[in-house]
């Protein structure tokens, strides 16, 4: 199983970008990176997605490396609203999924 | 519209009543799955399927049945709740798996457990 490795906690300033990188060094091949954020107890959000190429939807931009041992996931304007807990997952072709325990990113005023 | 439904959403038992927590996608996902959630852990898989009829366990299933006899439910039953499954509990969905590209999870808002 691909396992992923996130900084447990993040402060980024209002207007600013937020990076959250993520590593997954036994990433396989056809194996896609997910990214997800909670808030407080919700249900995640789904937020982008990637296998290879860099992506880029309404909330977020995530670019991988060329060797797709690593990704990092860019909020262009981190609002308060973006307060919450980031997970970068890998899903294996078999449905198996660990979320680990993500990052905590605080946008203060 | 499109959801994942969980019921009920909060639910205090006590140890040995057997419980069932209900799951419901109306989205024709393939796959659904039940997660976890204890402070300071993340969400942690506990079964997953990937069709109907066909399940498999996750990082920690001990204590949890699930079953998939059609496509758009995935009940979890706690046989004989003990108070270490006391958590709060997601369930999702999705079209397909990672490795298409359909992996995207839909989740349900959550069930919160209490055993007591």
């Known amino acids: 199983d691909a396992k992923t490795t996130q900084p447990p906690s993040m402060d980024c300033a209002e207007g600013r970008a937020a990076n959250l990188p993520c590593n997954h060094s036994?990433?396989?091949?056809?194996?896609?990176v997910y990214w997800y954020r909670q808030i407080h107890s919700q249900g995640p959000q789904y937020i982008i997605h990637g296998l290879k190429n860099n992506e880029t939807n309404e909330m977020a931009s995530l670019i991988i490396t060329e060797d797709r041992k690593s990704s990092t996931l860019i909020l262009p304007h981190a609002t308060l609203r973006d307060t919450a807990v980031y997970y970068c997952?890998?899903?294996?072709?078999?449905?198996?999924?660990?979320f680990g325990a993500g990052t905590q990113v605080v946008v203060t005023p | 519209e499109a959801q994942v439904t969980q019921n009920p959403r909060y639910l205090i038992t006590v140890t040995g009543k057997k419980l069932t927590v209900t799951c419901s996608q109306n989205m024709n996902h393939e796959y659904m799955s039940w997660y976890r959630q204890d402070p300071g852990l993340g969400l942690r898989q506990i079964y997953y399927?990937?069709?109907?009829?066909?399940?498999d366990k996750g990082d920690v299933p001990e204590g949890y049945k699930v079953s998939r006899k059609e496509k758009r439910n995935f009940p979890l039953i706690l046989e004989s709740p003990s108070p270490n499954q006391t958590s709060l509990y997601f369930c999702a969905s999705s079209l397909s798996v990672g490795t298409s590209g359909s992996g995207r999870q839909y989740f349900g808002p959550g069930t919160r457990l209490t055993v007591l």
């Open positions: 036994t990433i396989s091949g056809n194996e896609y």
């Open positions: 997952i890998v899903m294996d072709s078999w449905g198996k999924l660990q």
């Open positions: 399927s990937m069709n109907v009829e066909v399940t």
